[in-house]
């Protein structure tokens, strides 16, 4: 068997796309040469790697073998580029980071921005995925890093508190629903809603928990931030479901009504959570450390947490401005 460092990793990344498409994209390859390199790892091998078919390709008991394997393969080379290239005067890594949609878009950019600053020569590859799959993935040693819900169940991954906040109802300020101090989700699901985009993890966690009450989400519009999601929700579109920082944020210039959601998966514990601290590259290890070192401790979202609802409160009652 002849294999060689771009064949494993485009079979790792074809594995987790769940496509030879995908995975090709991914590695920068046209998809005939990466069909091509497929069918070449299984003539060497003798067995088919990939169980094809109309919904994509997931790996024969053979090509799980291989992934294991790939994927340890690809973490030495990684730590060995990394370890020599202090020697080479100009180190350079990458640090794969998956994040729920909370953290990705309220917390994440500003604890990033310091780290990257202090370290010109690393990327991180940082993607949005629903906590459960998070945990998987960093389990199978796919990701370096994830933050997660602090609900999940994170098996025998080490953790770290990172942030904490909680989701809420957004409504127009004149809704049915915006003098009410507390709602549950059930009750949300009787109206129209503005979300975000169907491959967004909150959505589709939203979904699921709809799906829990026998109810669809009846989604009018989907858009790309929260912060759009408050703006068409001012102008009477529907009601959205957005963390409180965001709800803050957006009550100072818009006109809307924030209703807490009563149900326990509102609160929003945000978790790091890695395989090991002792098995992290240095530049994960670092990035972890940074992480968690960043502005906005657990304990001081949560005091924010509790100020934001003040101030939301406050601007909700104050009439809209003019114009």
Known sequence: MRFDLIDLKLFCEVV?????????????????????????MERSLGAPLLTRSRLGVVPTPAGLTLLKHARGMLDQGARLREDLGAYAGGASGEVRLL??????????????SSFLADHPHVSVDLEERLSDEIVGLVAEGVADIGIVAGTVDVGALATYPFRSDRFVVVTAA???????????????LDYDFVGLDRTSSLQRFLAG????????????????????????????????????????????TMALGVVELADDWAVRDLTIVVRAADELRPYARELVESLRASPGSSSQSAERISSSREAVRSNSKAPSPAG
């Open 16 to 40: 987790d796309a769940g496509s030879i498409t995908a995975g090709a994209e991914r590695c920068a390859l046209a998809l005939a040469a990466a069909s091509t390199r497929i069918r070449a």
């Open 99 to 112: 994040a729920n949609t909370n953290a990705l878009t309220e917390f994440l950019p500003e604890a990033l």
């Open 209 to 252: 928990k709809a799906s829990r009450e026998g109810r669809p989400l009846r989604l009018r519009v989907q858009l790309r931030s929260f912060d759009a999601v408050c703006r068409l929700v001012e102008c009477g579109v529907g009601v959205g479901v957005v963390p409180q920082t965001t709800a803050a944020r957006a009550a100072k």
């Open 174 to 188: 004149e809704h049915p629903m915006a003098k009410r101090p507390r709602v549950r989700f059930a009750e949300v």
